[in-house]
C-alpha cells in the first residue's frame, strides 16, 4: 500500500470537510466526531502498512499535512516538525 491509496485519502478529506464546514448543533458534532473516529481507527488497524511520515502526521493530528502527503502536494524538508 502507498500514501495515495483511497483507504487513507477519503477518510482524511471527509473529516478535512466535516471540520472546515461543521453543520451546526449536535448533529454537525456527532459527525465530526464519527469522522475522527474513523480515521483514528484506520491509523489504529493499518499503522504498519502506512508509510511512516503519515503514520507521523496522524499521530499528531496533523490532518492537512496528512492529506497533502498522500495527494503528493506536500513539500516541507525533513526534521522541521515541531521546530524551535
Keep these: 500500500m502507498n500514501a495515495t ?9 471527509k473529516l478535512l470537510a466535516d471540520v472546515r464546514s ?7 458534532l456527532q459527525k465530526m ?15 504498519s502498512d502506512m508509510p511512516p511520515q503519515l503514520v507521523h ?3 499528531r ?3 492537512e499535512k496528512a492529506a ?3 495527494t503528493g502536494q506536500l513539500e516541507l ?7 524551535r
Excluded at 491509496?5 to 478529506?13: G, I, R, T, Y
Excluded at 524538508?77 to 521546530?83: E, L, Q, V, Y
Design 22 to 28: 461543521p453543520q451546526p448543533g449536535k448533529q454537525g
Design 33 to 47: 466526531m464519527a469522522s475522527l473516529a474513523e480515521m483514528e481507527s484506520l491509523l489504529a488497524h493499518n499503522r
Design 68 to 70: 497533502q502527503y498522500c
Design 57 to 59: 502526521f496522524l499521530d
Design 61 to 63: 493530528r496533523s490532518y
Design 5 to 13: 491509496e483511497p483507504v487513507w485519502l477519503e477518510p482524511l478529506q
Design 77 to 83: 524538508p525533513r526534521g522541521t516538525c515541531g521546530a
